[in-house]
């Protein structure tokens, strides 16, 4: 693996000059970057703490949804008195009641009976009905549409709505955005640095409402140009030019938009852009049932009440996928998959206002974020440094910079979100990316220790290593790619981030490492390696100093530790869920996850943001966000956390102590905003985190044995239950932030799991006859001065965060640095007694089981 070979040298030089191309825009001025063309674009995309965006105010027209109500009650009133071969003569609707007449008297009731289905209790409230049925005189039937059905429709509507919203901008890339309910029927939407505003107006409220219905072909030209429309039916326009300026067509749906499952950009017969779509069974059933009793009839396809297209039905189409075809453009075509594949908006969303907003964080707090980031990436070069001296801990630190390029670039390309607590998790990744180095210089050691010569030891440190390195990442890739796909909003952004990472730390700590000792080897010829052990003629690198072999006996406290750590867990677990009140329990939850207030204020002079965040300071007030709004600087908005006794009086004293810095300062109505982390997206998170564990468990059984995986999956529980335990506990506030520090601790106590389970395997194979409470033992003490330099240098950068990062990321650091703790606890006192409490099978004759006391069973018996 040390040969100097082409394809190694080419690849590391074309990717490494490739991500320092894709960094520039985030190294050169915009005006040098619009002077050439041919220099990439792309920056990082900074999130909406860092560098604002677009503020869209979304009102849900709910008169809409109620119109669409009483239209679909009155084609539903229909369909079913002509089911039940009751006639009828006129069938009304006049603002919220649909009347018809039964034209036989006795008949009257068997129409009851027949529209009864059409009135269903509120899942809500039971009691309560969306249509009231009743019989008038003159065998007249209403079907009221009740206020309480109404109310139910609209606050569903909303938050369907914001679903949708959700979707669809997260469709557009991992941006990240904000999206919170204001009031009854309004939707804040907040899309960082979003360059193109029009774009995102019309991604978001395009409705999206995709139905099939067919053609009246028995309305005459001359009708439908004066507006004549036999019942049953509706005149629409059309959006395509080859059709006419509008046509009729029946207003039963056939299938809708509820039933597509995939929509993708195709091509037309005549290679015009069009859009291909799939719909689930149900859809499919229905579609080929109606194009069979149909050949040789058009039918339409309607997109937001237009005709789009109106192809005439050939043969049945059964496959259950077709094709809409238009005057589309590409653009277009894109657009209408991203908003299809979104869902349909239940009702219209009106553009209330517009504006553009400045960071969620003061400019104080970035530059704090900023400091913090390059000394805790300064530590961790010094240390490496002294670690493993100017050769090894230069080539680690060439890798580690190599590795910050790859990532920059790639964030950069595919424009994932980049923002405040992404700043604190890159930081980390850079940190932990070294453990692979320190795992490859370990190995290296170990065969020196071994009797091999440099070139052996050099080989065989990369080979060995290797097997370890994909297990640790693979797991970690695998979780990242299930978080991605079953996750929603920030959820997906991170994992985004954190797949870069591991790809480009196992590329830049492998591949560049190698290189690198590779050049260094054939161009020195050592006879001795720089990291082995000490020769009395100096203290630096620190390595020399650090014990070159441990023989502690971890197992033996195994009862003691898991009798501890079952305590802790329970203790967790209780102050976790108690009190048990929505939607947090006892953690202290945040306006992400609980809402808040939004008061927006405005002066003559512009606003100092600065100093109006520390007049809020001042009001013990939680999880406060101060954000300018519009052009000239004259506006803001302040959200902050509604307190769950006397609100009012917490908004006055707010108003109070601003007027008290702000003299000229007006305010508008205060509005009641809802989390940030919604059903849908907490569920999302939640699935999410289960597939990804699971997806480690089972890796780690194909890898291993299912004791091992076991034991990773009880490992993982302990930390992530003792990480709530620390919110509960300490009081820090539990927001979207403190879930990303939860993802990372995952990955983390993963990595360093599969690092010991890796070295317990091994030695399985290498001491047959050594009892399994001795091989574990050999294994944590042969790992450990890997982990403690791994755990060392994450806890520096941390340490560093917590310390200069300022409020908007203490709870952060401190929940990973104790996660680094209690993960590196967990991987020797959780995960590995799991494998002794049911023992491992050492060959396929003997099985050996040791209890955690160290007691040593009988072996099975030989066949």
Same mark, same amino acid.
């Given at each position: 693996?040390?040969?100097?070979?082409?394809?190694?040298?080419?690849?590391?030089?074309?990717?490494?000059?490739?991500?320092?191309?894709?960094?520039?825009?985030n190294?050169?001025?915009?005006?040098?970057?619009?002077?050439?063309?041919?220099?990439?674009?792309?920056?990082?995309?900074?999130?909406?703490?860092?560098?604002?965006?677009?503020?869209?105010?979304?009102?849900?027209?709910?008169?809409?949804?109620?119109?669409?109500?009483?239209?679909?009650?009155?084609?539903?009133?229909?369909?079913?008195?002509?089911?039940?071969?009751?006639?009828?003569?006129?069938?009304?609707?006049?603002?919220?009641?649909?009347?018809?007449?039964?034209?036989?008297?006795?008949?009257?009731?068997?129409?009851?009976?027949a529209?009864?289905?059409?009135?269903?209790?509120?899942?809500?409230?039971?009691?309560?009905?969306?249509?009231?049925?009743?019989?008038?005189?003159?065998q007249?039937?209403?079907?009221?549409?009740?206020?309480?059905?109404?109310?139910?429709?609209?606050?569903g509507?909303?938050?369907?709505?914001?679903?949708?919203?959700?979707?669809?901008?997260?469709?557009?890339?991992?941006?990240?955005?904000?999206?919170?309910?204001?009031?009854?029927?309004?939707?804040?939407?907040?899309?960082?640095?979003?360059?193109?505003?029009?774009?995102?107006?019309?991604?978001?409220g395009?409705?999206?409402?995709?139905?099939?219905?067919?053609?009246?072909?028995?309305?005459?030209?001359?009708d439908?140009?004066?507006?004549?429309?036999?019942?049953?039916?509706?005149?629409?326009p059309?959006?395509?030019?080859?059709?006419?300026?509008?046509?009729?067509?029946?207003?039963?749906?056939?299938?809708?938009?509820?039933?597509?499952?995939? #929509?993708?950009?195709?091509?037309?017969?005549?290679?015009?852009?069009?859009?291909?779509?799939?719909?689930?069974?149900?859809?499919?059933?229905?579609?080929?049932?109606?194009?069979?009793?149909?050949?040789?009839?058009?039918?339409?396809?309607?997109?937001?009440?237009?005709?789009?297209?109106?192809?005439?039905?050939?043969?049945?189409?059964?496959?259950?996928?077709?094709?809409?075809?238009?005057?589309?453009?590409?653009?277009?075509?894109?657009?209408?998959v991203?908003?299809?594949?979104?869902?349909?908006?239940? #009702?219209?969303?009106?553009?209330?206002?517009?504006?553009v907003?400045?960071?969620?964080?003061?400019?104080?707090?970035?530059?704090?974020?900023?400091?913090?980031?390059?000394?805790?990436?300064?530590?961790v070069?010094?240390?490496?440094?002294?670690?493993?001296?100017?050769?090894?801990?230069?080539?680690s630190?060439?890798?580690?910079?190599?590795?910050?390029?790859?990532?920059?670039?790639?964030?950069?390309?595919?424009?994932?979100?980049?923002?405040?607590?992404?700043? #604190?998790?890159?930081?980390?990744?850079?940190?932990?990316?070294?453990?692979?180095?320190?795992?490859i210089?370990?190995?290296?050691?170990?065969?020196?220790?071994?009797?091999?010569?440099?070139?052996?030891?050099?080989?065989?440190?990369?080979?060995?290593?290797?097997?370890?390195?994909?297990?640790?990442?693979?797991?970690?890739?695998?979780?990242?790619?299930?978080?991605? =796909?079953?996750? #929603?909003?920030?959820?997906?952004?991170?994992?985004?981030?954190?797949?870069?990472? /591991?790809?480009?730390?196992?590329?830049?700590?492998?591949?560049?490492?190698?290189?690198l000792?590779?050049?260094?080897?054939?161009a020195?010829?050592?006879?001795?390696?720089?990291?082995?052990a000490?020769?009395?003629?100096?203290?630096?690198?620190?390595?020399?100093?650090?014990?070159?072999?441990?023989?502690?006996?971890?197992?033996? =406290?195994?009862?003691?530790?898991?009798?501890?750590?079952?305590?802790?867990?329970?203790?967790?677990?209780?102050?976790?869920?108690?009190?048990?009140?929505?939607?947090?329990?006892?953690?202290?939850?945040?306006v992400?996850?609980?809402?808040?207030?939004?008061?927006?204020?405005?002066?003559?002079?512009?606003?100092?943001?600065?100093?109006?965040?520390?007049?809020?300071?001042?009001?013990?007030?939680?999880? /406060?966000?101060?954000?300018?709004?519009?052009?000239?600087?004259?506006?803001?908005?302040?959200?902050?956390?509604?307190?769950?006794?006397n609100?009012?009086?917490?908004?006055?004293?707010?108003?109070?102590?601003?007027?008290?810095?702000?003299?000229?300062?007006?305010?508008?109505?205060?509005?009641?905003?809802?989390?940030?982390?919604?059903?849908?997206?907490?569920?999302?998170?939640i699935?999410?985190?289960?597939?990804?564990?699971?997806?480690?468990?089972?890796?780690?059984?194909?890898? =291993?044995?299912?004791?091992?995986?076991?034991?990773?999956?009880?490992?993982?529980?302990?930390?992530?239950?003792?990480?709530?335990?620390?919110?509960?506990? =300490?009081?820090?506030?539990?927001?979207?932030?403190?879930?990303?520090?939860?993802?990372?601790?995952?990955?983390?106590?993963?990595?360093?799991?599969?690092?010991v389970?890796?070295?317990?395997?091994?030695?399985?194979?290498?001491y047959?006859?050594?009892?399994?409470?001795?091989?574990?033992?050999?294994?944590?003490?042969?790992?450990?001065?890997?982990?403690?330099?791994?755990?060392?240098?994450?806890?520096?950068?941390?340490?560093?965060?917590?310390?200069?990062?300022?409020?908007?990321?203490?709870?952060?650091?401190?929940?990973?640095?104790?996660?680094?703790?209690?993960?590196?606890?967990?991987?020797?006192?959780?995960?590995?007694?799991?494998?002794?409490?049911?023992?491992?099978?050492?060959?396929?004759?003997?099985?050996e089981?040791?209890?955690?006391?160290?007691?040593?069973?009988?072996?099975?018996?030989?066949?």
């Open positions: 693996m040390m040969q100097l070979s082409r394809w190694k040298i080419t690849l590391v030089t074309l990717v490494t000059l490739l991500g320092i191309w894709f960094s520039l825009p190294l050169l001025p915009k005006t040098v970057l619009d002077q050439y063309g041919f220099l990439p674009k792309n920056g990082l995309n900074l999130g909406l703490d860092l560098q604002g965006g677009s503020h869209l105010l979304l009102e849900v027209d709910t008169e809409a949804l109620a119109r669409d109500k009483i239209k679909n009650l009155t084609e539903e009133t229909r369909d079913r008195l002509r089911g039940a071969g009751i006639a009828f003569g006129s069938l009304t609707a006049q603002g919220d009641v649909v009347s018809v007449r039964i034209n036989e008297a006795g008949r009257v009731d068997a129409a009851l009976t529209l009864t289905p059409l009135s269903n209790p509120l899942v809500n409230n039971p009691s309560a009905r969306d249509v009231a049925i009743t019989k008038e005189a003159d007249v039937i209403h079907l009221t549409y009740t206020k309480e059905g109404k109310a139910a429709a609209s606050s509507a909303v938050d369907a709505s914001i679903e949708t919203v959700r979707r669809r901008v997260d469709n557009l890339g991992t941006r990240e955005p904000t999206i919170i309910r204001q009031g009854t029927n309004r939707i804040v939407v907040q899309a960082p640095g979003e360059s193109d505003p029009e774009q995102l107006k019309r991604v978001i395009t409705t999206a409402k995709l139905t099939f219905q067919m053609v009246d072909e028995s309305a005459s030209p001359a439908v140009a004066a507006g004549r429309v036999p019942p049953g039916s509706e005149l629409l059309t959006s395509d030019p080859t059709l006419p300026p509008s046509m009729v067509v029946k207003k039963r749906v056939i299938v809708s938009g509820e039933n597509l499952t995939k #929509a993708f950009v195709d091509t037309d017969q005549s290679n015009r852009p069009a859009i291909g779509f799939r719909f689930d069974g149900e859809g499919a059933r229905k579609f080929g049932e109606a194009t069979s009793q149909n050949i040789g009839r058009p039918f339409a396809i309607i997109l937001d009440g237009k005709v789009v297209s109106a192809p005439r039905i050939i043969s049945a189409i059964t496959g259950g996928s077709g094709q809409i075809t238009g005057n589309f453009t590409v653009q277009e075509a894109s657009e209408l991203n908003v299809l594949n979104g869902g349909a908006l239940t #009702a219209p969303l009106n553009i209330e206002e517009q504006r907003v400045s960071a969620e964080l003061g400019a104080d707090s970035v530059a704090k974020g900023q400091l913090s980031t390059i000394i805790a990436f300064i530590s070069l010094i240390f490496m440094l002294l670690a493993y001296g100017w050769l090894f801990g230069g080539i630190i060439a890798a580690l910079i190599v590795n910050l390029i790859l990532i920059i670039a790639g964030m950069s390309v595919t424009q994932a979100t980049l923002t405040l607590p992404g700043i #604190a998790g890159l930081i980390l990744t850079l940190a932990v990316a070294v453990d692979a180095n320190v795992l210089y370990e190995r290296m050691r170990d065969e020196i220790r071994a009797g091999r010569n440099v070139i052996g030891a050099l080989d065989a440190g990369f080979s060995k290593a290797m097997e370890t390195i994909i297990d640790a990442n693979l797991t970690s890739l695998g979780a990242a790619a299930i978080m991605f =796909f079953f996750g #929603a909003g920030p959820v997906r952004g991170f994992a985004w981030t954190l797949s870069l990472g /591991v790809i480009t730390s196992v590329f830049s700590a492998v591949m560049v490492t190698q290189l000792l590779a050049w260094w080897y054939h020195r010829r050592p006879k001795t390696l720089p990291i082995q000490a020769d009395g003629k100096g203290v630096w690198p620190l390595i020399k100093i650090l014990p070159q072999k441990t023989n502690f006996g971890f197992v033996r =406290f195994s009862k003691l530790a898991g009798i501890i750590s079952i305590v802790l867990v329970v203790g967790s677990l209780f102050f976790t869920i108690w009190p048990a009140t929505p939607p947090c329990g006892g953690l202290n939850c945040g992400d996850f609980k809402g808040g207030t939004i008061l927006e204020m405005s002066q003559k002079s512009t606003i100092d943001l600065a100093k109006l965040r520390s007049t809020l300071d001042t009001l013990d007030l939680h999880d /406060v966000q101060v954000q300018g709004a519009g052009q000239s600087g004259q506006d803001a908005m302040i959200r902050f956390e509604s307190p769950t006794t609100a009012q009086a917490a908004l006055d004293r707010v108003q109070t102590s601003i007027k008290a810095q702000f003299p000229d300062a007006s305010f508008k109505p205060a509005t009641v905003v809802g989390p940030k982390v919604s059903g849908e997206l907490f569920t999302g998170g699935l999410a985190l289960v597939f990804a564990i699971g997806l480690m468990m089972v890796y780690i059984w194909f890898r =291993f044995e299912w004791q091992f995986g076991m034991g990773a999956v009880v490992g993982l529980m302990h930390d992530v239950i003792l990480t709530f335990g620390l919110f509960a506990v =300490f009081r820090l506030e539990f927001t979207l932030t403190a879930v990303a520090a939860i993802l990372t601790i995952i990955g983390y106590s993963m990595n360093d799991t599969v690092v389970f890796d070295r317990i395997r091994e030695n399985l194979r290498k047959k006859k050594l009892p399994l409470k001795d091989v574990i033992d050999l294994s944590i003490n042969e790992t450990l001065s890997r982990t403690i330099i791994t755990g060392v240098t994450a806890v520096m950068a941390l340490t560093g965060l917590a310390v200069l990062g300022g409020e908007a990321l203490f709870s952060f650091s401190v929940a990973l640095i104790f996660g680094i703790i209690i993960g590196t606890y967990s991987s020797i006192y959780v995960a590995a007694p799991v494998i002794l409490l049911w023992g491992v099978n050492r060959n396929a004759a003997e099985a089981v040791v209890d955690v006391g160290g007691f040593k069973g009988k072996k099975a018996p030989q066949p």
